[in-house]
């Protein structure tokens, strides 16, 4: 059955209603409830009494003329969590599809003949390397070209990998300065990479290259050859691995699409094909079993069937591909779910749109760590059927997966209405960088270009450029990558179809290491903005008090957003200012991967309904500190596996997105911040108690992540103007108690006023097994001037009215 979305709203609409009319009379306070409140709060500051009320006025002075509304990233495409994310349910490597590999090196010493790389722990072979082209991209010898003869494997605590280099300049000196190389290198064959094999009695699974279909957009095939007694090929593909849960269920109406055919050599033409699809849970699930008649030319074939997940089934879904008695040529596998949401024209799954689209992204991050960082913009251009597996790694001599592309990942922000963040790969050479911008610009012979969708599409190259993990995509020292931005940001101005109004040109710098990013800054040229991520809770000590941990956590925003002494954002917006550049926050979210926490106070903090205020506050006082971009991180993405063993419910913002389509607190922070966010964010005053507290906890006894503030605000607001509508945020940072707040001055919340709220019962609730943090809409069908609210402990408040 077709789902119908606006049944589904109107179903929470009365829901919610009910609930929102019994917690209004919280909201609107008597004397004795402000009495009551105040006594309690009164333990978060360390004072003692009653807490007053705090007055806040709010101005016209305009701190953000535009602003946008919070952004979030995408995340990474994965077979086994919330990371899946297409239509496409085995998206791994459907058509079978080679590979490529390009990495950037830092030679020891730029020579026209060799390049000894720095990094002695990297994981390519012997000769992986030969073959290859490169281009110095820094040094004496910038711009220089050739071929890769040869290549020595790294030995491991002493030399990196040495590659033999035939230069076509024909200058072989060495010159002793230290430079960067991108190397890059096709590497055709292995159509099983993304796929399990098993085979039996001699059957083998190869890469076909010459026999393809007229129909398919790549380049190979998978040639499955079991033709004597006894001779058994399988391909098979898993999704939804994760043990012990489930991120999806099969429900409605499916096809199952590939390409075959029996080889004319084969001995067995008519068959030799089985399909089987099946959940194996307990008890297992089968959803498809056929034997397929196969001819001896390609076929387009096309399994339909219905699916109906039992409510408890968790275990992983196999798809399985068998020949048995023939050699059969496969291609091009999809699995889809055909009765979704008919306004949904993307290649992302329904759930995964809606989340989006309940979110309303400002901008949408295109960022995949794993499968994007190595590629080049003519395969992250191509078609899926097209593209081919691209890495990057020092760690590794493969990638796997096929990850989403440009023309998908652009329909799905024009689908959500949000500005495209797009992640270029940092080894992409000048022709690529006139190649994107000629593709999203329109100078490719398109009647219109991508630009002319959006308000802005914002660019920056590398991610985390500076960052050792992304070894092999990343030009760590400063001064260089400021050299490599300028080169290519200038050649991007240059390029046909360049709008300086509608490209956002970002180089990526280190939130913690401002100095770092000042180098960065000083040596480029042609950027438009320096983005950072100022995460939070890096390090949660093993003796901290959930209380004391709250405490920090809490506090942090303010430290970033400071100015006397100045914080993170604070010293990093000085950073761009001084290169004429923005400021703008491309991943931000807790980080709790350092010290020694129990994986019960990892469970209790770092997706709690304390953490979603703490995202609130620091996306609104990074606002208000001048940074107008921002991109949660991520949509997707279940947990991330410590070194210490515990596990920690990061990176994503959702719990899955397909079961419950429960949204972790912080996920819920930015949802209902952008129900506030248009036009002009304007300066509130707060007068009156306007509570505080010290955070001392991060002083060098307890060292919660180095927090350490005097005189925190307890309440936190900001306001926006647009046209004639207005709205005020109010977040209350105490622990345990609500704050009574009014409003003073010409403007305040009058007649209808909508007031909705994200809160919870306790400040380390959750949305992991059940649906504890909520946000709950409400009226107040004649708010008064003067009227006194109350913003309950932990909590965050919307207030919305026309004038």
Known sequence: MQKTRGKRRQRWSVQSSVLAAALLGAFLCTPTADYLHSRVAAADRGGSGALGVTHIEIQDTVLQPAVERMGINLGEQTFFDSGMMLKNLVARNPGFEGGSYRSILHCVHADAARCTDDDADSAWPKDFWRGGTYEWITGPLEGRKGTVTGSTAAVRGDTGAVLQLADAGGNARTVGAAAYMVVHKSMPGDAMAGWWAQTQGGATLTTETADLSPHTAGKQALRMTAEGPGAVAQAISYFDTTEGHTFLRLHGRYRLSFRAKVDKG???????????????????????KQNVELSGGWQDLHLDFEAKDAATAVGAVRLMFTAEQATVLLDDVSLEKMDGEVDNATVFRDEVVDALRAYRPGVLRFMQSASALGSTVGNLLAPPGARVREGYSAWSSEQTDVGYGLPEFLELCAAVHADPWIVVPAGVSAGEMRELIAYLGGANGERRGWSARFVRIHLELGNEAWNSLYKGASIEEPEAYGHRTAALFRVARQSAGFDAKKFDLIIGGQAGWHERNQQMVTHTDGADTLAVAPYLLHDIPGSATQDAVFGALLAQPEQFAAMSPPGMIAQNKMVAKSGGLGLAIYEENLHSTEGSPSQ???????????????????????????????????LAGWRFHRTDGTWVPLWGTTVDMGVTNRRRPQFLAGQIINTALGGAMTATVQTGDDPVWDETAGDETAGIDGVKVQGAHMLQSFAFHDGRRRAVVLINLSRSAGLTVDFAGAVQPHGRVEMSQLRAGKISDSNEDAENVKIIPGVVPDFKAGQKVTVPGFSVMILRWSE
């Open 266 to 288: 084969s001995s067995a033409a008519g068959k030799g094909l089985s399909v089987a699809l099946e959940r194996i849970s307990t008890p297992p699930a089968s959803f498809v």
């Open 600 to 634: 019960a106070m990892i469970d209790a903090v770092v997706p709690s309904a304390g953490a979603g205020v703490a995202m609130a506050s620091e996306m609104l006082q990074a606002m208000r500190a001048g940074v107008k971009s921002q991109a949660l991180f991520s």
